[in-house]
């Protein structure tokens, strides 16, 4: 056993790792119910584009709302571990953060060399929906998607809404209501001439909107990853720490 003198010594150093460390864990379990808000966010918000690239629904959102449940829970345990001061639980939670980390960092890395990648894959995508495009059929999600899109971003087809015109939809019904600045002004006789049609729809295309706003939310995204991630070092080593602290000198919190 230590000596008295070393023990009173070690104390406020523990004392002063485990106030550091629950203030971390706060933090950190803050940082998972905004993980649950940004995936909530995407999920309603963002699963237009999304859904663009698939015929079936991302799972990126549920991915977030997952891994920010995760942090939550984990985030609380490390506060426990804490307060308990018992060093496996302690090990524990600096090989979960450990985890998070690594996750997190590879995830940011391959978002920011593939965005290239996917951003051809999502003109491709967008192209494709405009030409199979069929507002009758309630069952195509990319039909929807582009729906969405054209009137939450006030664009329409893919560089402008003259794309519609080369669309077998066009020719039947003309440039979908959906471009329509006002509905009430467009009727089907105007909607079937791209001369009249081009006073009454949105001029702007769609591509460079949607690719906007994506390359915009997934640099907050990333960003928010990356300070995540190299964020979890400082819980690694507070725990390390702390694990070794209480397992060398015998402390028990009472």
Known sequence: MSPPSRRLQTKPVITCLKTFLISYSLIFWFTGVILLAVGVWGKVSLEAYFSLASEESTNAPYVLIGT??????????GCFA????????????????TLVFLAELVAGVSGFIFRHEIKAKLGFAYQNAVTTYNSTDSSSRSSAA???????LFCCGVNNY???GDTTYFKENGV?????K???NCSREIL???????????RVGCFAQVTHVMESNLGIIAGISFGIAFFQLIGIFLSCCLSRYITNNQYEMV
């Open 162 to 164: 003259t794309d519609w």
């Open 182 to 184: 006002d509905s009430t």
């Open 82 to 97: 804490t307060c308990r001061g018992s060093p496996w639980m302690l090990k524990l939670y600096a090989m979960f953060l």
């Open 146 to 152: 582009v729906d969405t899109i054209q009137r939450s």
């Open 192 to 202: 079937k001439d791209l001369k009249k049609a081009g006073t009454e729809v949105y």
């Open 68 to 77: 920010g449940a995760i942090i939550v829970i984990f985030g609380l345990f």
């Open 176 to 180: 979908p209501a959906s471009c329509c």
